[in-house]
């Protein structure tokens, strides 16, 4: 079956280069491959300015920056308004919420960037972006989405553990079970051949559940 979506391109997937793009945003014009050089990237999107559910996460992320710039990650959202309307919702939450959102917040009116990467949706709105969450590692390479609706907010504690586990999985090569938390242990790869079966078996660092499952903890840095 052909794959659709609203502007005649494939959605972009889990494991693509991030689509590049040129755009104007509340710290000025941006380049996106030049602002994902050597740095993770979380670019999301909110279905508009000055409505109540939005307000609620762009000021969280605005709280969680420094966490995320610790981690070598950026932030970066999007919506289908104009500059103005994004200086004038900036400046309103500053003075309401006491948070400023520093980070860019692109203005997509023409909906440019908001179809390049399917965060328009039909059957949930034809002019307003869904809650679409990209994480895209230091290569620029997509590797994770989270779609949400318009009605219900993300969680923030979820974005960063899952920030968290694909640095960890990229850094150390191992995988990560369910509910995964740092300090907890991984799982380490299956065995690829009856010579890395007998490493495993051999191992006293593995907690051996059976041959294909196995964790180990890693050392704290």
Known sequence: MEEINVNNNPMPRIGDKAPDFEALTTQGPLKFSEYNKGSWVILFSHPADFT??????????AKEEEWFKARNTKLIGL?????HSHIAWVE??????GVYMKFPIIADLDMKVA??????????SETAAVRAVFFIDPNGIIRLIMYYPLN?????EEIKRVLT????ASKNSVALPLNWKPGEKVIVPPP???Q??????????????????????????
Do not use: H, W
Not at 201 to 220: C, G, M, Q, T
């Open 52 to 61: 109540p559910v939005c307000t609620t996460e762009l000021s969280g992320f």
């Open 79 to 83: 919506s289908i308004d104009s500059i």
């Open 92 to 97: 309103n939450v500053r003075k309401n919420l």
């Open 115 to 124: 179809k390049l990467y399917g965060m328009l949706q039909p059957g949930e």
């Open 152 to 156: 219900v907010g993300r969680n923030m």
């Open 165 to 168: 586990a694909l640095q960890t």
């Open 192 to 194: 690829k051949s009856l």
């Open 196 to 221: 890395e079966l007998d490493e495993r078996l051999a191992d006293k660092n593995v907690e051996l559940i059976d041959f294909y499952l196995a964790k180990k903890e890693l050392a704290v840095e």
